[in-house]
């Protein structure tokens, strides 16, 4: 009888879901079987080694693919898997640093490519799927909603160069250069001195600043620099400074396990509660009827998911084409 | 939709096909423009939370953790940026709930609450917030999921809610009120609520701004830790002298000067040191002080917040 008491009362004053049945869960997401072959089909898993980095989206039979860029491996590992075929013939084509988006090739002529949504302007609460962790063979997936206005996501904390400048100098005199920024890739070195940005003369600290102002995140700036006494120039790419300088982990990102590095400085972008992660970033967003009305290109942090808009995804895509054949 | 009727999609164990997805997302869509207008970001001493007016005259349910205390000064602030002046009532300090009313009068767009604890385990629900804090251009953010756990006065959900939605509202997939977002967990399946029965509980006493329980969502302010920062001497012809402002004290920051004659505190005329003293005791850090005074022969008022001893 105690025992049995005791039983009631556990049910009744505590009672709990099964993972099965929560909305990442396995009997919630086969719900989204249409949805998720088209993810079987039209995305990419991109691969460093066996390691799996981000997805893509497929936008030809003929192999081209687009991803987020700063998810890219390094390593010269890159390969791509669409639905079960391995390739490991990888070649990036192209590249876009203020969406974060590269173009990839590989060798194929019968790919599926996804079917784009006539528009991205959707209701909130929307359903919207994307790739989730993915198996050798099969494509996993992430249901969630759109989730509030589609707009600018500004570079967080300013657009900045990757240097911190001397203290004392009155001149903007570089005391340091960050690792991976801008300004690393550009071979900057301790004690140049900035002397113009796209030919606007610089004279103090605070000039240069107002020219950084409305930078946006992976555009070029061109420096004017004197070093050892000799005149230098190179481009330097311009990123979001918190995430240049992300010493200072905010409580919100505590809470918000493996977000994107890359999460701001987008010029539009619709927001959607998928609980993904940076690892699955790149694929195709999809709505119900398993067209694609973005490609998910950041985890911001717990709450707030990115994804570039169908109508930017399709003039990106025909842009980086372009490029790519000259 | 009737505010009353329970969707099928609720009692099946997952959505089965298509149309539980879309009965799912429709409900949503529909509920949405409404709970989104009374969705509020309150802003209390530099920190910046959630809530959700109940009422057309204003009353706001909110946090313990974001109101701190009772009869506290906060802004309000709606959807489309209004700012509006607003002051804590009570809370339920052991439950992290909280109300808030707003002082302006005005007609305010509202929610009705879930008054019979209808709500059952694996409900779909949408939470909504200010995460991070009062974003215009993006809105407050809209997260689905549904209810994973439901124990003595907490609700969990996997809505992820994250800094600035604490206060924030749960709805079921009619846009009743079912829940406030109390606190979250580093594991993504960790979101806390507290259901609208501990508010209806409370109901009473919250509107007569007590401070109902002992921690841990708020502090019980402690009678006579309220920090003022002035001496004073007695005047032959009433009132006191300020002989000296602490440096750095409330009084310095509210602008009192040396040589001012304080009048009245909080409408008391003030007649001795050891007076205003015991009038102090019975008062506590962030308490408002009205101090009604004279300055060069003309009258001034300053109101303020007590610091902390």
């Not at chain 2, 329970?6 to 997805?21: T, Y």
């Not at chain 2, 529909?30 to 109940?54: D, F, H, N, Q, Y």
């Not at chain 2, 509980?201 to 109902?212: C, N, P, T, V």
């Not at chain 2, 409408?267 to 004279?294: F, N, P, Y």
Request: glycine share 10%.
């Amino acid at each position: 009888m105690i025992v049995f008491a005791g039983l009631l009362g556990t049910v009744k004053g505590q009672q709990s879901l099964e993972s099965s049945y929560r909305t990442t869960g396995s009997a919630v997401v086969a719900a989204f079987e249409a949805q998720r072959q088209v993810l079987q089909q039209s995305s990419a898993v991109i691969l460093d080694g066996r390691k799996e980095t981000g997805y893509g989206v497929v936008i030809s039979a003929d192999g081209y693919i687009l991803t987020k860029a700063s998810e890219l491996p390094k390593s010269g590992g890159l390969a791509v898997t669409v639905n079960q075929t391995n390739y490991h013939e990888v070649k990036v084509l192209a590249e876009d640093l203020v969406w974060d988006v590269a173009l990839l090739k590989i060798e194929s002529h019968d790919l599926i490519p996804v079917d784009y949504a006539p528009t991205s302007d959707v209701l909130q609460g929307t359903w919207v799927v994307a790739n989730g962790a993915t198996s050798r063979t099969t494509r996993r997936l992430l249901a969630g909603i759109v989730s509030a206005k589609t707009r600018e996501i500004p570079a967080s904390g300013g657009a900045a160069l990757g240097v911190i400048l001397k203290v004392k100098s009155k001149v903007p005199q570089v005391e340091a250069v960050q690792q991976k920024s801008g300004a690393e890739e550009a071979g900057l070195q301790k004690d140049d001195v900035i002397l113009s940005i796209n030919g606007k003369k610089i004279e103090k600290v605070t000039e240069l600043n107002d020219a950084l102002k409305d930078g946006k995140a992976g555009n070029l700036v061109h420096l004017l620099l004197r070093r050892k006494g000799e005149e230098v120039s190179v481009d330097v790419r311009l990123a979001a400074r918190a995430e240049l300088f992300t010493d200072q982990m905010d409580r919100n990102d505590q809470m918000s396990g493996d977000f994107s590095p890359r999460r701001s400085g987008f010029p539009r972008a619709l927001q959607h509660d998928i609980l993904g992660s940076r690892a699955v970033q790149g694929g195709p967003l999809l709505d119900l009827d398993g067209r694609c009305i973005g490609m998910n290109i950041a985890r911001a942090n717990r709450s707030e998911s990115f994804a570039i808009p169908v109508e930017e995804l399709k003039g990106l895509a025909e842009r980086l084409m372009k490029q790519a054949k000259p | 939709m009737a505010a009353n009727e329970r969707l099928v999609v609720n009692d099946h164990k997952a959505p089965e096909n298509r149309q539980d997805l879309e009965m799912i997302q429709n409900a949503v869509r529909a509920s949405l423009p409404k709970a989104r207008a009374a969705t509020v970001c309150i802003e209390i001493k530099g920190g910046s939370g959630s809530g959700v007016i109940v009422s057309p005259d204003g009353l706001v349910l909110t946090a313990a953790h974001v109101a701190t205390g009772v009869k506290q000064k906060v802004t309000v602030v709606l959807e489309d940026g209004t700012r509006l002046k607003a002051e804590t009532l009570g809370l339920v300090a052991d439950r992290d709930a909280a109300m808030v009313r707003i002082t302006e009068k005005g007609t305010y767009p509202f929610v009705e609450m879930d008054r019979d604890a209808s709500t059952q385990l694996g409900d779909w629900v949408f939470a909504l917030g200010h995460s991070g804090g009062f974003d215009h251009e993006r809105g407050s953010v809209v997260r689905l999921g549904r209810l994973v756990r439901i124990a003595d006065s907490t609700f969990q959900s996997d809505c992820m809610v994250i800094g600035g939605d604490s206060g924030g509202p749960l709805f079921d997939l009619a846009g009743n009120l079912i829940a406030i977002h109390s606190r979250v967990g580093a594991q993504m399946q960790v979101n806390m609520h507290v259901p609208t029965a501990v508010f209806i509980d409370h109901w009473d006493k919250m509107l007569a701004a007590e401070f109902i329980g002992e921690g841990p969502y708020a502090e019980k302010p402690v009678k006579g830790n309220g920090f003022l920062g002035l001496a004073t001497d007695a005047r032959p012809k009433g009132g006191l002298s300020v002989t000296k402002v602490g440096h750095g004290s409330p009084a310095e920051a509210a602008g009192i000067r040396e040589r001012d004659v304080l009048l009245k505190l909080n409408h008391v005329s003030l007649e001795t040191r050891e007076q205003m003293q015991d009038l102090l005791k019975e008062m506590a850090a962030g308490d408002e002080v009205i101090l009604e005074m004279e300055r060069g022969g003309k009258p001034k008022t300053f109101t303020f917040n007590l610091g902390e001893r």
